[in-house]
DNA sequence: CTCGCTAATTTAAGCGATTAAATTAACTTA
DNA sequence: TAAGTTAATTTAATCGCTTAAATTAGCGAG
């Protein structure tokens, strides 16, 4: 009702100058005096003023919202949103913190690859984008129309507009394969995402088949199961693992809730892990550490990716004309309990 | 560099009438001649012209920002942020699929629990918050400055200026625990977060003990244990437990993730779940249905908890005057593996 | 003293929309 | 045909802030 806002202007006048006045003092950038700033600075705090973004943002010249967008991808089924998977919300986490220290705040978005982020960019002011995921062609076609400084996570997108952040995919696969190697294991069975249309994946098989290639083990093409990455299609690997005699004492899972939902597969027809077959995960979830066996996996800092996204953003933000940087993330083996010695 | 943005002033050249005939004949709030709304239509399509919220948002009257904020706990520790658990991140989802089809946008913060969303929700327009978790007192008196329609998720707060949108926790825990009751279990354990300052934790607790009164069975303050919310103090409880020799035949925890750290506490010394001792959760998190053995527990539809929450705070800004909502959504038990009969 | 110079502040023009109020055009109707 | 309606559009003010340009005051130097 009567609760008018408090404006600049109400500052202004509490402090007995201008509107300029006041934003010179808040922003800096003229010198004012002294006895103009401690005048001003009390009068915001007396009346309790905030700074209203959509008039920072429309009014002139700095254009900037202090708002950066993420783009989550959705699962083609629809319905569950993908980034009910840990994965993605601990990234989230780590954006969310980071950005905030920084001054920026976080809208999400979890709407399909479509053009509407272009929509979002141009609607909303965004200052700058974190894509998280791999997405068609067309889309970084389209979004880079936005103009605006935009990051990718665990993409492959070879397009130099779009920074990069991301790990060595093919490295910690190729981690993940040689400890099983090591631990005697030769039929070692690798469950994926769809190949074709996932960077991440194409890696993470190529670092299997490199492991393999360095002890004389050769690529089988019916020990790899693909699927989409979630718990079900790790199931569903499994049970077709334990279907077709294929025979594997080890299943090398190219993200943990394939393994997960593969342990699950196992439990359920009396396949112990990793007593009768062996499991190597791949993210080190926050749950991973708490399965039953602890599961043997090859950890990313999932919220250090976060972090150096935010970083590298903010960073383009303000030198629009860096270059591409792809900075790569380190992984590391993560020993527990699901793979053994055969 | 030369791309300007296309703001309505060029739609309005181009479809040779003022902006005011753009705005009404994208609003459609005063009549508009079929012959000039397709002019604006096509000068829109052509130009390819999206609205700019700042200028919408600030410009008088209407004040909306179609913006909603969403408030997520942050644990104690720092760090990790609380929304890592999959709890958080699945209601986020549903909160941003709704939100996006209602034409409001998500803008996701974790701040510690200060002032600092007061000034979020004035900095940013915020049309309506949702605020997930308890907070303490003092933090509601706060939030309510804000004068715009808050929905609570989970809050047993009182005040009647915000809306509630939760569970019958007690009677999801009564559930929980009259099932393990008639399954023969008489020691029943019971796993919870810290009552003193968690509603929920309460009301859970209250179901549990409703249940055994129900069955005559005496309450006994030693087969409670509190601690944080998490895997590591489902973890500790049961270590706890099985230290201290209170024999308990079955565990009801208050959450599934306690119930997670507890199967894994069971499992790393030998007390297999359910032949050693049975285990119960609460919330029916996705990957309850993947462990080993799949975890018996009370569903909560999570992500109609954030639909309802959108619905209501929608409604909400549209009704000002709407009084106090607190809808109760269903809960439901789920029968795994996790609890047998003794 | 006056002139220039610097520092601090004000003036005033936007930013891109919305919207109340005024205007114009096209019809009725008496 | 003049007056009265109604419908469609324009005019112009405004939202809360930023910022280029103008103004003012104070000061040292010639």
Redesign the pocket.
């Known amino acids: 009702m009567s609760d ?2 408090v ?3 109400d500052v202004a006048k509490a402090a007995g ?5 006041v ?2 003092a ?2 800096g ?5 002294d ?2 700033r401690r005048r001003v600075e009390m009068a915001i705090k007396d009346l309790g003023y905030t ?2 973004m959509a ?2 943002t ?5 254009r900037s919202s202090k708002l950066i967008g993420v783009v989550v991808p959705q699962t083609e089924g629809g319905g569950r949103l993908l980034f009910q998977n840990q994965f993605y919300s601990e990234i989230l986490g780590s954006i969310e913190l980071c950005a905030r220290q920084a001054g920026y705040h976080v809208l999400i978005s979890a709407t399909d690859a479509n053009e509407s982020y272009l929509t979002l960019a141009a609607e909303r002011n965004l200052d700058g984008i974190i894509v998280i995921g791999m997405y068609p062609d067309e889309f970084y076609q389209q979004m880079k129309k936005s103009r605006i400084p935009i990051v990718l996570i665990d993409s492959y997108c070879n397009d130099h507009y779009y920074h990069n952040v991301r790990i060595d995919d093919a490295y910690g696969s190729y981690l993940a394969t040689r400890y099983v190697l090591e631990r005697g294991h030769r039929d070692i069975a690798f469950f994926c995402g769809r190949i074709k249309d996932n960077g991440v994946m194409k890696k993470r098989l190529a670092g299997y088949r490199d492991a393999l290639g360095e002890y004389a083990v050769a690529f089988r093409d019916e020990l790899v199961f693909e699927g989409d990455i979630d718990y079900k299609d790790g199931i569903e690997s499994a049970n077709r693992l334990m279907d077709t005699q294929v025979n594997a004492t080890a299943v090398v899972a190219a993200a943990d809730i394939l393994a997960i939902g593969a342990a699950k597969a196992f439990y359920e027809r009396g396949v112990r892990v990793p007593d009768d077959i062996s499991l190597m995960g791949f993210d080190d979830l926050e749950i991973s550490q708490y399965l039953t066996p602890g599961l043997t996996t090859v950890r990313q800092q999932i919220s250090l990716k976060g972090e150096k996204a935010v970083e590298l953003l903010i960073r383009s933000i303000n030198e629009p004309e860096l270059t591409k940087q792809e900075p790569i993330l380190p992984v590391s083996l993560v020993e527990r309990e699901s793979v053994r010695r055969v």
Chains 1, 2 share one sequence.
Not at 17 to 21: E, G, N, Q, Y
Not at 58 to 62: D, E, P, Q
Request: without cysteine; aromatic residues 4%.
């Open positions: 008018q806002r404006t600049m202007k100058v201008t509107t300029a006045a934003s010179y808040i922003s950038k003229r010198p004012i005096s006895e103009t700074p209203n008039a920072r429309l009014s002139s010249a700095g």
